[in-house]
């Protein structure tokens, strides 16, 4: 989701917490295998994180991110307008009334599309603006995910037992249910809780402190792991762009034992020192951009080689009164979020050999393994020509 534009002035919210020293910066290319942070790991979500081992600084994944209502469309109309189609499929778990983009009635119909898309090549990343835990969906984007809880609030949704830890509770188990058919389906995720978390627009973000974020993204994880037992799930921490000295990374850190990817999401230009401090963090872990209006140009990665992924966030359908012209030329060069980067379109960067879209040879070379375990065939039956999606 676009960061809102920084503040001029601010107050630090959280004066008695002190600022977490940052570590050392590691070299840019600091690539370290590890197993998947979950026990007992399904065999796609191995094979899934190996495969970004394999290619991370050589190659990168194209992406696009889909709303729940709107399903595949943000996907087709990239592939229609670059004439390559995104490798990583994104999708939201939703929160809004019915008949809404973001509509959080349409879970089973992602479960199915999220499946459809796995066995044609794409790999899924999920997320999800989850409602406040102080009331029930559906809920507005602007009173309830971007809505406030009070400290004691936060307080009680971190201690187990309180009437407000059993309602989150609940809410979670309803999607843990979604995410084991996907499970029982041999789908692997790339799951993202409480993304953009050291930023103050979503009720969850911007508090530091050991009972901070970073101790509700580790409740997540047990939630999930320990409760629910998913082993198809590959942990993707999330942070914005480091802007204010509140927002530096390390303060939201949960520890290397909750984590498998760190991922940045910037609508804005890619500076080195964000993918120093991220990947001074890694352990040497994948790295990736998992939102952004406009990929990285592909010098970027000279300096900032490990970003093995990136996901460009979804576009509104547009008007009946939008010209078809000016629709394909405003999404191409800038994701509809303003100019972020005017000098190279994207039809340019996804040509480039860096790139791994769906069409490449290579990627089904690169993937193979992970298609094998998940009982699929080394490459599914050719594909129709993308449409112009309406």
């Known amino acids: 989701m676009p960061t809102p534009k920084p503040e001029i002035l601010w107050t630090n919210p959280q004066p008695e917490i002190p600022y977490l020293p940052k570590p050392a910066t ?70 809004a009334k019915k008949g809404d983009k973001d509509s959080a009635y349409v879970r089973q119909e992602i479960v199915q599309k999220l499946i459809e898309q796995y066995r044609k090549g794409s790999i899924i990343a999920l997320c999800w603006h989850e409602v406040r835990p102080t009331e029930d969906e559906p809920v507005t984007f602007a009173r309830s995910v971007r809505g406030k809880v009070t400290d004691k609030q936060f307080e009680d949704l971190l201690t187990p037992g309180t009437p407000l830890y059993n309602r989150w509770c609940t809410q979670v188990d309803v999607i843990a249910e979604y995410m084991k058919q996907l499970q029982a389906a041999r789908v692997p995720i790339l799951f993202r809780p409480y993304h953009e978390m050291n930023g103050d627009w979503f009720w969850w973000g911007a508090r530091r402190g050991p009972r901070g974020t970073q101790q509700l993204y580790r409740q997540m994880y047990d939630r999930l792991v320990n409760h629910h037992h998913l082993t198809n799930l590959i942990w993707v921490w999330n942070c914005d762009q480091p802007a204010r000295e509140d927002r530096q990374f390390v303060d939201y850190f949960p520890g290397q034992q909750y984590i ?39 010098d970027i990665y000279e300096t900032q080689p490990k970003w093995t992924y990136w996901m460009r966030w979804a576009a509104d359908r547009p008007r009946a009164t939008t010209r078809p012209t000016s629709r394909a030329a405003a999404f191409n060069t800038f994701g509809g979020y303003g100019k972020i980067n005017p000098t190279v379109p994207l039809t340019d960067i996804v040509k480039d050999p860096r790139m791994f879209n769906l069409e490449d040879p290579a990627y089904w070379s690169a993937i193979a393994p992970l298609r094998l375990v998940s009982d699929l065939p080394p490459k599914p039956p050719s594909t129709q020509p993308a449409v112009n999606p309406k």
């Open 26 to 95: 590691r070299p840019a290319d600091w690539i370290v295998p590890h197993d998947p942070v979950t026990p007992n790991a399904s065999p796609e979500a191995k094979a899934l994180l190996q495969f970004l081992y394999s290619i991370s600084g050589k190659h990168t994944l194209t992406g696009q991110h889909n709303f729940p209502g709107d399903q595949e469309y943000s996907t087709q109309l990239t592939a229609h307008l670059v004439h390559k189609t995104p490798i990583i499929y994104g999708a939201d778990w939703g929160f």
């Open 260 to 298: 498998d990817i760190l991922a940045l999401d910037d609508y804005g230009p890619f500076e080195q020192r964000y993918y120093d401090e991220m990947n001074a963090l890694s352990d040497g872990k994948v790295m990736a951009i998992a939102e952004t209006a406009h990929p990285p140009t592909i």
